[in-house]
């Protein structure tokens, strides 16, 4: 089977485990980090590394938890939302709760509310609306 891990594509043999996978690609999971199986919008999180990966898995990821979570900061406009987003259109940005909207700040009408622009915000924006 086909499968994505770290950016880049392998072939590896359907049974394949995700703790094998993960150290051929030089990467340790640490306490706190998750293994998603899968897209990592409608992946599932792996409790155990050491079960084979099916013929559907057709991507590996590893989310590494943050070492600090200080809580969100405002909007840089850096467009990483826009970047991330599926349904993300020119001029839409994601805005939180009690933040006024400006010029072409909004969450775009065809949200999918996959959250990815929450994941890709370096700003840490988690609490998210539709104005």
Known sequence: MILTLAGATYFVPPGA???????SAHL?????????????IRGRT???LTRGLGRETAGLHLIRRAASRPGP???RRCGDCLRA???GGPGRFVLGPGEEPSSGASIPEDCLECWACALACPARRRR???L
């Open 17 to 23: 485990r995700p703790a094998d996978l993960l150290a």
């Open 28 to 40: 340790e999971p640490r306490p706190g980090d998750a293994v998603v199986a899968g897209g990592l």
């Open 46 to 48: 792996l409790a155990r």
């Open 73 to 75: 900061g405002p909007c």
């Open 85 to 87: 987003c599926p349904a």
């Open 128 to 130: 998210l609306r539709r």
